[in-house]
């Protein structure tokens, strides 16, 4: 069987992430991410040959599938239009689905967007939709989530501040990221631990916010990346992963399915030892200690020593594995777009577009979301030079 | 591009309503039937993907649960849309293409009964100019139906024509919801339900889903004597703007058809997903169909569970192909309101 | 295993959703506000009405609005006689697509008339304007025969 | 302090729309936002095995199912044993004492809260099932709580029993002695 197609990122647009977005509608949201985007590729609608959406749950917006009424947005009319749905690591799959048309050679040029605009509702209220027959005591996704960082905080004998470390680096991190949604130039480790104990171990100021937002991607065969005006990022390997929500065997903690996506991942992209290859990594963390508790999953540690690297500060901005330069969904979280900016964000790294928050000398980069229960895994590596 | 074919199908009887399961115990039997008629189990399937929507319930996060179904343990390499089960099935044909995988699973499911649908479906128009009016499908479809009767393209006879024929098929289709005789002259007698469609022009309200399963080259041949080989599959959408939309066209069938390359050679039979009667004759002046057998299943007229009726009509097309009874078929999904939004598919057997 | 008798309950969501408008839905609905009906050109020259941010069929951006009457034609219409709830009547009426006066598309809303045979394609609308207007589609309260004032 | 990185130039921006050719709405402030409310109403049906597990819940019983392939018991069930996604259909009473394996403190107010914050919300692995599910921890300190402790099921009066999740109201310490927290790793 023939080599499949190489897959070019070609131009990145992303809105100004806000609580609100006062200033635009919400087809005008996805709009001001889909022109940068092509702006950046040198390309316009007419260009595109296909257009794939991904976003979270539809109680958000209260909207249902609104793929359709969108199509007129995102000049989409006549071409084909998907709709991917995965819960959080929904932006990473919508990216994956949109590479593989290139990758199959079904289409050269697609268009991909995530996207919310969670100032249509509340996150409170669209994530723990109040059922009958139940008790409600888990409270969003920070109550949900936070026994199974006390459960990696006991495992792994951390100290208790790790998480204040990762929160405080990528609030900071953000300053350098104009289009974050939390600039808070006056944080300190300080402000961080005296901030409000939500779940108790997850801080308020360790805790994602509540984002409106869009990223787009063009992405083009190899011809196309070969004649893009700027550089563009190559995809060298791509993957999702699902595993049960209650599975007797499963570890919430360090699940297999992140564990075999990023082997999968690893073994297209011919990584052997990613702390060593990758130059850089965008993970979702959208409670601070889900840093430590990913560098485990994803390789970059033996399991317990994930909090090590934070501490060290090989995480850091100018550390040697930067994780999270863009300030990551602790900063900014429109939950169906937070996937596909972690993706995004990569490839702004291995073309040296990232601006301010650029990692120099920055050739091979990880992208990583997760959603569900933690269940739901996609990734992507892409680099500066092809495949 | 690799040859790659539908070589399983299973659907449940889909009913008005099935308070006695949740989603997963509704799926479940139906994937489980889909992989035993192959002789597949869990661990054969390379790739798996769903569709299905969250608003038809009110369950967020609706596939979480149900992909319980699949047994995803050790974990497995799986997407959803949230559309019908005809793109999860698009998405899995793509996937195949890469290499990625050899086989796959796709199902769409959809309980309807929780809710108005109707009702339920007007969330999904334009939030600003359509959203606060509580514009509901039935009473927009009858605004194409209109837009087809004035047209002169359509009369309310011809309707009620495709009606009966429907569900008269449907007799010899066990899965199906509504079906039997029905005479013209008595549904024409009727009054209207949302003039100018009346119950009969209606697709009924159901709880229902499909499962297929696609296995590309020797592992289909291995898998099915007469594997239904997707020769072409394409989808396409027109604008949501349905006040400048000419509602008599769907322009976007055409498009899909055209890529598909329906017009290749003869068709023996189609599955047009077109929930109302009215839309039917809206697909087949757009796809060229010539003298194929149309909805022997009955459609989507006998039974329409919502985000599973469009990758029945790829099922349906794809038994009468695996059985031998047909040979180039064609099978259409549809999703959005006013046909806004159309997938083709064109599947032959060997020989 | 014997099956006991299925449970069930009422499941209610409900929100007060936000939908900010941007400027062009947010001057439609500000010219509504107004007793106003706005349209806007679209990339070929035809006025689309109610005003869109972007061609439908090209996606371009569009900026140019243009003020039209409260008057129009029906093009296609249908006959509500059980309404829904948070339809625009409780008493059966019509929805219909209203070309208003110098656009060149419809737009959907309520017909008020007593019954179905009052209604055709082709007659002779004008908005009816709620008395209380919070820029909202619902501003027009309905639309009317035109020859009813 | 730090600047704040600014925004490139040159991005794309929605172009502004010229009000002024518009009598009626060029001088009067303009409409931004707009509220929307909606509700849809559903019949909501839980399914054969929650129904089972709930109507036996209503009688002072916890009932888990059993996976056909592995054994595990599964509670709640949901009708699928989801690592072989087949039926689960052979029913097991099980106890009315459990053991924390980890949990949160809470103290955020929510919708259709119903305890006072802070509260603590376990992961409890019930005596007899081989999962863990969510509980409300009352009668112990919430910086007291921790995992290995023993608990049990502290039920709403009999005559006010349903086929409600509510009829658990909290679970409470048991007094038994902790049960070693590496013997539960595997149940979180």
């Given at each position: 069987m023939a080599r499949n197609e190489r897959v070019a990122v070609v131009g990145v647009g992303q809105t100004k992430y806000a609580a609100t977005r006062g200033d635009v509608s919400l087809p005008g949201l996805l709009r001001e991410a889909v022109f940068r985007a092509l702006d950046d590729a040198g390309m316009a609608m007419g260009d595109i040959d296909a257009v794939v959406l991904g976003k979270a749950p539809d109680f958000f917006e209260g909207l249902m599938m609104p793929e359709p009424y969108l199509a007129d947005a995102l000049g989409a009319v006549g071409k084909p239009l998907l709709r991917v749905h995965t819960a959080g690591s929904v932006g990473g799959s919508t990216a994956i689905v949109a590479a593989g048309l290139v990758e199959a050679r079904v289409h050269r040029r697609v268009l991909t967007v995530g996207w919310q605009m969670q100032s249509c509702s509340e996150a409170m209220w669209a994530l723990s939709l109040p059922m009958p027959f139940q008790q409600q005591l888990v409270a969003g996704a920070g109550g949900y989530f936070a026994p199974f960082i006390r459960a990696y905080m006991q495992r792994s004998e951390a100290p208790d501040d790790i998480g204040i470390l990762v929160a405080l680096k990528d609030r900071r991190n953000a300053l350098k990221n104009p289009y974050a949604h939390l600039h808070e130039p006056d944080i300190s480790y300080d402000s961080i631990k005296e901030s409000l104990m939500l779940w108790d171990p997850i801080r308020y100021a360790e805790t994602c916010p509540s984002s409106d937002g869009a990223i787009a991607m063009v992405l083009t065969d190899e011809a196309g990346g070969d004649a893009a005006a700027r550089p563009p990022a190559w995809v060298h390997g791509m993957a999702f992963r699902s595993e049960p929500v209650m599975a007797v065997g499963r570890d919430e903690v360090s699940p297999l399915a992140g564990r075999q996506c990023a082997a999968d991942v690893y073994a297209q992209a011919g990584i052997t030892d990613p702390r060593e290859q990758l130059d850089v990594v965008e993970m979702y963390v959208p409670f601070s200690w889900y840093e430590p508790m990913w560098l485990e999953n994803l390789g970059f540690a033996e399991v317990g020593d994930g909090w090590k690297l934070t501490e060290k500060g090989v995480t850091a901005l100018d550390g040697d594995l930067p994780v999270n330069p863009s300030g990551g969904v602790l900063s900014s979280n429109p939950i169906g777009a937070s996937g596909m900016i972690r993706f995004g964000e990569a490839a702004l790294q291995v073309r040296g577009q990232a601006g301010e928050h650029q990692v120099d000398g920055a050739r091979l980069a990880l992208g990583h979301a997760y959603g569900g229960g933690a269940q739901f895994f996609a990734m992507w590596v892409v680099g500066a030079d092809k495949p | 591009m690799r040859d790659v074919a539908i070589v399983s199908f299973a659907q449940t009887v889909h009913s008005r309503r099935r308070q006695d399961v949740n989603e997963v115990e509704l799926i479940q039997p139906v994937i489980q039937e889909a992989k035993e008629r192959v002789g597949l189990d869990r661990h054969d399937i390379g790739f798996t993907c769903s569709g299905s929507s969250d608003y038809l319930a009110g369950q967020a996060f609706s596939f979480v649960m149900t992909l319980d179904a699949v047994g995803p343990w050790p974990p497995i390499s799986e997407s959803h849309v949230e559309m019908d089960g005809a793109w999860a099935l698009y998405e899995a044909w793509v996937k195949i293409q890469t290499g990625a995988a050899d086989t796959a699973l796709v199902y769409g499911y959809g309980k309807s009964s929780p809710g108005d649908l109707p009702r339920v479906l007007s969330r999904q128009l334009d939030p600003y100019y359509f959203g606060p009016l509580w514009l509901d499908s039935v009473s927009v479809a009858a605004l194409q139906a209109r837009a087809m009767i004035d047209s002169g393209k359509l009369t309310q006879r011809q309707m009620a024509e495709t009606a009966a024929r429907s569900r008269a098929a449907a007799k010899a289709n066990p899965f199906a919801q509504v079906k039997g005789d029905f005479d013209v002259e008595a549904i024409l007698a009727e009054d209207c339900l949302a003039d100018p469609l009346r119950r009969h022009d209606c697709p009924p309200v159901s709880d229902g889903g499909a499962a297929v399963v696609l296995a590309a080259d020797d592992t289909a041949r291995r898998l099915v004597e007469r594997p239904a080989w997707i020769r072409g599959i394409d989808h396409r959408v027109d604008s949501h703007n349905l006040g400048a939309r000419?509602?008599?066209?769907a322009p976007s069938a055409a498009l899909a058809a055209h890529e598909a390359g329906v017009s290749g050679g003869k068709v023996d039979v189609a599955e047009l997903h077109a929930p109302f009667t009215h839309q039917e004759a809206i697909l087949r002046a757009e796809i060229p169909l010539d003298g194929a057998e149309v909805n022997p299943s009955g459609g989507a007229l006998a039974a329409n569970p919502m985000m599973a009726a469009g990758l029945i009509r790829l099922g349906e097309v794809a038994r009468r192909i695996i059985d031998g009874s047909a040979d180039r078929g064609v099978a259409h999904a549809t999703a959005g309101h006013c046909l806004q939004q159309n997938l083709v598919a064109v599947l032959e057997g060997d020989g | 295993m014997t099956e006991p008798e299925i449970l069930s309950a009422p499941l209610v969501l409900e929100f007060p959703f936000s939908r900010t408008t941007g400027p062009v839905i947010g001057a439609f609905l500000t010219g509504l506000r107004e007793k106003t009906v706005v349209g806007m050109r679209g990339a070929d020259g035809r006025v689309i009405c109610p005003a869109v941010e972007y061609d439908p069929e090209t996606g371009a951006p569009l900026t140019e609005l243009v003020e039209l009457s409260d008057t129009g034609t029906v093009t296609s219409w249908t006959w509500v006689s059980q309404p829904r709830q948070g339809q625009p009547f409780a008493r059966p009426f019509a929805f219909a697509l209203v070309q208003i006066d110098g656009a060149d598309t419809a737009m959907a809303h309520a017909v008020d008339v007593a019954d179905a045979t009052e209604m055709s394609t082709g007659m002779r609308v004008r908005a009816r304007w709620a008395v209380e207007r919070e820029g909202l589609i619902t501003d027009i309260e309905c639309f009317e025969p035109e020859l009813a004032r | 302090m730090s600047e704040i990185a600014e925004l490139p130039e040159g991005l794309w921006y929605q172009p502004d729309v010229d009000t002024s050719q518009i009598p009626a709405i060029a001088g009067v402030e303009a409409v931004r936002s707009i509220r929307v409310p909606a509700r849809v109403e559903y019949l909501y049906t839980p399914g054969r095995a929650p129904t089972r597990f709930l109507r036996a819940l209503a009688e002072k019983r916890i009932m888990g199912e059993r996976c056909p392939v592995t054994g595990k018991v599964y509670v709640p069930p949901r009708g699928v044993s989801p690592v072989v996604g087949l039926p689960t259909e052979e029913q097991v009473e099980l106890g009315h004492r459990g053991t924390v394996t980890t949990f949160c403190v809470v103290d955020i107010a929510f919708t259709g809260q119903v305890t006072e914050t802070p509260f603590v919300s376990a992961l409890v692995l019930i005596d007899g099932a081989d999962i863990t599910l969510h509980g409300l921890i009352q009668g112990i300190p919430p910086a007291d709580v921790r995992p290995g402790m023993r608990v049990e099921a502290v039920w709403v009066p009999d005559d006010e029993l349903s086929t409600s999740f509510e009829n658990i109201r909290w679970w409470r310490p048991s007094g038994e002695p902790d049960v070693d927290p590496d013997t539960i790793r595997e149940y979180l």
């Open positions: - | 000419d509602l008599t066209r | - | -």
